[in-house]
């Protein structure tokens, strides 16, 4: 029977993987290739490559099933009890997540004429932010209640004494620690933070709000002839739905000549042209007697042919915090030497996006040697550091991209820093556990009063 599971589960796992596959990749190609007529200037390898990363996910079951039947009988024996370990931890820690949101959204969701259909858009677009959010905490509670129960049966010390050691013993959990950095680099790219960006919106369609992109969008084309102030960018632009609050200023040799204001500016996405909604034009050249401007008041529409689009003109205006790897590189390709806009906030949530999904990784490195001992006491002590520790990286995790998007850090050093400082402190620990120093003790001393 062992040997048929060797391979029969694999085998379920591809053709489900690939049934999978083969539903959700052309709805992502199809959601490319719309991003690219709406945002033509976006960076397009970037957003292609969406295309891979779901279907590696897709994947990614029978990937890791085929390498943990090639695995000994010890990695295998100790990956199982992770495992169990960590599926009662996620999904405690889901099921707090979705009753907290529950309690926050649910009366605002059910406002709604279709609140169940809305409810459950809501829920499935939220689920890659929720994975990538809670999968960290899942793996230190996890690992730290697998490593003790093997120690208190001591298994730990009856490994130790084969002479694997500690870096053997903790190799399988480096592998799982991988495979949830790839899982939250996946969702990461692109995903979790449009699951942010659409979460507010469906708020909004629910209780019955006018859904906005953006809000005080300002752009300035490459020819610095046209500078455009938009006081509120409507979700469905790409619809038709047209732009609100509007002002226009046309330049010639860098010098104002004519400024528009409209109620509303719609583009046709046919015509490639501007229609404009009871415009006021204010002729900044020839003044009057008084010298003031010229003012000329439209009654009804009247159409221009200006080049810009509505996607391009929004893009300053996207929040950093909402945009994944392709959307951050589609703006600072068009953008990097906007003179209306903040660099250093996009540059930092771009390096941001690729050093996040590593705290996987360093949870494991952090939570491994805490979780290990060689006596049949418990693992409080090392519960205890760990969950301090976790705090700390939440604190520095906020702290040092705020440092970033400021300036008082370059923005690769602030987004990577977090990374850096408790790897540092995981590879500390590791070092005193595999030479058989006191980690507790150590700490103790550290604290005032000892």
């Known amino acids: 029977m062992a040997a048929y599971k060797k391979y029969l589960i694999p085998l379920l796992l591809l053709i489900l993987g690939a049934g999978v596959a083969s539903q959700l990749i052309p709805y992502e190609q199809s959601s490319v290739e719309t991003q690219f007529i709406g945002y033509p200037d976006s960076d397009k390898q ?78 499935i677009i939220k689920l890659p932010a929720l994975i990538v959010f809670i999968l960290p905490y899942s793996l230190m509670l996890s690992l730290l209640w697998a490593l003790g129960k093997m120690s208190k049966s001591q298994e730990v010390v009856s490994i130790i004494q084969t002479g694997r050691g500690v870096v053997r013993l903790v190799r399988p959990f480096v592998g799982v620690g991988l495979v949830c950095t790839l899982i939250c680099l996946i969702f990461n790219y692109h995903w979790a933070p449009h699951a942010d960006s659409q979460e507010e919106q469906i708020l909004r369609e629910a209780k019955g709000e006018a859904l906005t992109a953006a809000t005080s969008v300002a752009y300035q084309n490459r020819t610095d002839t046209r500078h455009w102030l938009v006081g509120k960018f409507p979700f469905n632009h790409s619809q038709g739905e047209p732009l609100q609050s509007v002002e226009i200023t046309e330049l010639v040799d860098h010098k104002a000549t004519c400024k528009t204001i409209a109620e509303e500016a719609l583009w046709s996405h046919e015509k490639q042209t501007w229609i404009l909604k009871n415009p006021i034009t204010f002729d900044l050249v020839n003044e009057t007697k008084y010298k003031m401007p010229l003012v000329t008041v439209h009654k009804g529409s009247i159409t221009k042919d200006w080049k810009e689009t509505p996607y391009q003109i929004i893009k300053p205006g996207l929040k950093p915090p909402y945009l994944g790897i392709p959307g951050l590189k589609s703006w600072l390709k ?117």
């Open 46 to 123: 970037a957003h292609q490559i969406r295309v891979y990363l779901l279907g590696i996910m897709c994947l990614l079951p029978f990937i890791c099933s085929v390498v943990y039947y090639r695995l000994d009988t010890l990695d295998r024996y100790s990956i199982r009890i992770f495992l169990t370990c960590f599926l009662i931890c996620f999904g405690a820690l889901f099921f707090i997540m979705m009753l907290e949101d529950v309690q926050d959204n649910l009366s605002d969701l059910m406002q709604s004429s279709q609140a169940s259909s809305l409810i459950i858009k809501h829920y």
């Open 334 to 450: 068009n953008n990097r030497d906007h003179p209306l806009s903040d660099r250093r906030s996009y540059q930092t949530h771009l390096y941001y996006r690729f050093a996040q999904p590593f705290i996987c990784l360093i949870i494991i490195l952090l939570a491994a040697p805490l979780g290990i001992v060689f006596t049949r006491r418990g693992v409080g002590g090392g519960v205890a550091v760990a969950i301090f520790l976790c705090a700390g990286m939440i604190f520095c995790s906020t702290v040092f991209p705020t440092l970033g998007e400021s300036g008082h850090l370059p923005p690769f050093v602030a987004a990577w820093a977090t990374n850096i400082l408790f790897t540092l402190i995981a590879l500390t620990f590791f070092y005193r556990r595999m030479t058989g120093q006191p980690i507790y003790q150590t700490i103790k001393n550290l604290l005032p009063g000892n």
